[in-house]
């Protein structure tokens, strides 16, 4: 009875397993260089975007924002972790947060 408890447990942590990766990795670094809040976008200075293929080791990018309001979160200097999203009209930041 234990060994099936077990190899069940070790079967649901198998499944849950990647989708815990894939949001750990789905976290862009970057560094503020540029935000216009009225025009609902931010200039990040990156390294790679792993889940949008893009593995260039630094790059500068204008990014729209899904929320307006993220802008106010960050200023110019700010170091942040960052998600990204193909969407209409452009690569899109889901989610933005200063690094600890």
Same mark, same amino acid.
């Given at each position: 009875? +234990?060994?099936? %408890? !077990?190899?069940?447990l070790f079967a649901i942590a198998l499944a849950v397993a990647p989708s815990v990766a894939f949001a750990q990795g789905s976290l862009a670094a970057g =560094?503020?260089?540029? $935000?216009?809040?009225?025009?609902?976008?931010?200039?990040?200075?990156?390294?790679? *975007?792993? #889940?949008? #293929?893009? &593995? =260039?080791? @630094?790059?500068?990018? %204008?990014?729209?924002?899904? &929320?307006?309001?993220?802008?106010?979160? %960050? +200023? $110019?200097? &700010? +170091? %942040?972790?960052?998600?990204? @999203? !193909?969407?209409?009209?452009?690569?899109? *930041?889901? +989610? *933005?947060?200063?690094?600890?």
């Amino acid at each position: 009875m +234990k060994s099936a %408890v !077990r190899s069940a447990l070790f079967a649901i942590a198998l499944a849950v397993a990647p989708s815990v990766a894939f949001a750990q990795g789905s976290l862009a670094a970057g =560094e503020v260089k540029k $935000v216009d809040e009225s025009a609902g976008k931010i200039t990040l200075k990156h390294g790679p *975007i792993k #889940n949008l #293929n893009m &593995d =260039e080791e @630094e790059m500068t990018m %204008v990014f729209r924002v899904s &929320d307006p309001s993220m802008l106010k979160q %960050v +200023k $110019v200097g &700010d +170091k %942040v972790q960052f998600e990204a @999203e !193909r969407q209409t009209g452009g690569i899109t *930041i889901t +989610k *933005i947060q200063k690094s600890k």
